[in-house]
């Protein structure tokens, strides 16, 4: 993933609003969502080169979400895929902290990167980078390529209008958070991080939603878990850009 807004608790229909997109090379294969032949209780698309997943629920609720951490300086070789965390936590059994914590004594492993993992019930972050398990307060949130509500024009925007939207204290639609997502609008050089990538290419990275030559948002999930946990999960999937299918599931 590389946009992930979220909200959880604080309002009266959920635990948990999860409105995420994921950037990658267009030639990158990927399987959209489904419920995994080889790990029948997860839901998730699934990275076909390293067979890992950005983003996955269980059957009994157990919910993780990645993104990478931005640092063109990091070219560490030999490291194991970032996409089987997620996987590995979704199989676990233990709490998301156990877990946490437990990937703190292998972070050098990985290049860098943010995880989300737990329940709507207890939510927990961790970035091998900053290297502290942090749990989630309830509220409005973003994560981009940087750490959680780090103030990126686009995850300011992204939790802006999540907010505004449940807010609204009502049944949310899933539409609703895919026009959220889709906003393509890039923002004005001066108020883009520097993240050592060059000024044009902060400009085309900086839109929640991303098209570009070779490279841009893939896939757009919604998530939605009420009280008495209600799971809505609905994929919508691109190609270069342009709308492809969306794929919904509901336990």
């Known amino acids: 993933m590389c946009l992930i807004n979220f909200h959880v608790h604080d309002h009266p229909i959920y635990h948990l609003v999860v409105a995420a997109n994921r950037d990658e090379f267009y030639e990158r294969p990927t399987a959209p969502a ?7 209780d997860l839901l998730a698309g699934r990275d076909l080169s390293q067979k890992g997943t950005w983003l996955g629920i269980t059957k009994y609720g157990r919910f993780a979400a990645l993104t990478n951490y931005r640092d063109p300086s990091e070219q560490k070789k030999d ?8 996987t590995d936590f979704l199989e676990s059994d233990i709490t998301a902290a156990e877990f946490l914590k437990s990937l703190q004594q292998k972070r050098s492993e990985y290049a860098g990167f943010n995880v989300i993992a737990g ?3 207890e939510l927990f972050y961790y970035s091998n980078i900053e290297n502290d398990v942090k749990k989630i307060s309830p509220g409005t949130h973003g994560l981009c390529n940087h750490f959680l509500d780090t103030p990126w024009p686009k995850v300011v925007k992204g939790k802006a209008n999540l907010r505004k939207l449940v807010e609204q204290n009502r049944v949310i639609q899933p539409n609703e958070l895919f026009d959220l ?15 050592g990538v060059g000024e044009q290419l902060e400009r085309v990275l900086s839109p929640l939603f991303i098209k570009s030559e070779g490279y841009g948002t893939r896939s757009s999930t919604v998530l939605l878990i009420d009280h008495e946990n209600n799971i809505t999960f609905v994929e919508r999937t691109y190609r270069e850009g342009e709308f492809v299918e969306d794929r919904t599931f509901k336990f």
């Open 119 to 121: 329940t709507a019930d």
């Open 181 to 195: 997502l889709q906003d393509a609008e890039p923002f004005p050089e001066e108020q883009l991080p520097n993240t």
């Open 79 to 86: 490291v194991r895929s970032r996409g089987e965390i997620v």
């Open 34 to 40: 489904h419920f995994w032949v080889d790990k029948p």
